[in-house]
């Protein structure tokens, strides 16, 4: 049960953090168009991404420009626990033309479109050592070179803990129930011993005082019978 409450709150926690950078961007979007108008980066929807160790993962940016792009330099990089390594850069041209990529990360592909403003990438095969911050920038000749960016994070998870949770989950649940189960049983059998209990103590008793007067081996209504029986005799 506990585990299910932490991982709720976790979530939970993501969204809020999700929600702030969405106000974030929201925030930087408008500054962005009052003083410029040019260009946006965005990874999308998420903050960070989850995968497992040893998929595939698709980190996505794309770039959006209302005064339109000439020679727009974009990169993609690394946050290695404070060192930036580049994974791979390109030029687009102008709007249409799709950009010859550079890839400096034996790991990673460039799947982007410039047709659809799509500078993403994929990187191959994670491990934990993968797991960090991964930066997407782009600068627009159009305006004066600004520096664009936008973050996302990766987080590695292992597929056998992932497991192990789950496993947990269903011991803890089924433990549980069993419990849950014994217990009632228990209540329901206390109950009924004590009923019958008290029906055999009412019984007894029956039995003592009739066979106290009639001393015979039989039941109650055989001492009955006796007991009407022997005046006859
Ligand atoms: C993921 O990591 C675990 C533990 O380090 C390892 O046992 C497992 O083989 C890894 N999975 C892949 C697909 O690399
Ligand atoms: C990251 O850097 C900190 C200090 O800046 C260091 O203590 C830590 O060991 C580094 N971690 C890795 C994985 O290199
Ligand atoms: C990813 O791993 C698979 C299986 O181990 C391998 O065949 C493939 O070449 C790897 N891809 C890259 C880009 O390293
Ligand atoms: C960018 O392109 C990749 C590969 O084609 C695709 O998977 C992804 O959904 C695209 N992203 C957006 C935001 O269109
Ligand atoms: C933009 O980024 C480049 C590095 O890519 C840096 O040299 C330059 O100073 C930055 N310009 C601004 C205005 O931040």
Known sequence: MASVDSTGLSVSGRRTSGDLLHAGLAVALLLGVWSVGGLEVLTGKVSSIEAMNGSTVLLPCTYASCIGIKDLYFNWHYNDNGTMMKLCDATIPMEGVEPRVSVYHDRVDF????????????????????????????????????????????????????????????????????????????????????????????NKECLVSSSGNDNTENGLTGAKGDNKGTPKA
């Open 111 to 202: 799947v982007g479109s410039s047709k659809k403003n799509n500078i993403s990438i994929l990187l191959w095969n994670i491990t934990f050592e993968d797991q960090g911050e991964y930066i997407c920038f782009a600068r627009n000749r159009k305006e004066k070179n600004r520096n664009h960016s936008a973050v996302i994070t990766l987080i590695v998870v292992d597929q056998m803990r992932e497991i192990d949770n789950t496993l947990t989950t269903i011991i803890v649940s089924v433990v549980g129930g069993v419990i849950g189960l014994v217990i009632f049983v228990m209540v329901i059998k206390a109950l009924v011993v004590h009923f019958l209990l008290k029906d055999d103590e009412k």
